[in-house]
């Protein structure tokens, strides 16, 4: 069993997290939270991992397998882990030695429900409005 903590899960349906922000104007606190998911993201090793994480078959990865494709120490690896999963991005799990990491769904659906611009609705021809 995992000590660490375990955040809340929001339902997609949640307004205030997922409305598109040319609907409406985020706020404070909302902001707050996902500012910090979007700068975990804004590191190019944590983009990457969280990338090499989401890609992994059975939608999880061990630590051991995560060190392999950077340029880094395996120390720095587990920091930038560490804030990925302080951020709400990524969920983890000791197992024996290894810890596994698998993406938080509900954490890449708020960022996109953010970011999701609405459909615009179907122009009038001219001569209808005329």
């Not at 349906?13 to 706020?27: F, H, I, N, Q, Y």
């Not at 960022?111 to 609705?121: D, E, Y």
């Amino acid at each position: 069993m995992s000590k660490q903590s375990v955040l809340p899960v929001l339902g997609q349906d949640d307004a205030e997290c997922c409305a598109p922000m040319v609907r409406e104007p985020l706020g404070e606190e909302a902001a707050a939270e996902l500012s910090r998911m979007f700068k975990a993201l804004s590191d190019p090793v944590r983009l990457r991992l969280l990338s090499l994480i989401a890609s992994y078959e059975g939608g999880e990865a061990c630590v051991c397998d995560l060190t392999g494709p950077f340029d880094v120490s395996q120390p720095t690896i587990s920091h930038h882990l560490k804030v990925l999963r302080e951020a709400g991005l990524v969920g983890s799990e000791r197992r024996g030695t290894w810890v596994y990491y698998w993406v938080l769904p509900e954490a890449l659906s708020r960022l996109s429900g953010l970011l999701r611009i609405p459909a615009a609705p179907a122009k009038a021809p001219a001569e209808a409005r005329a």
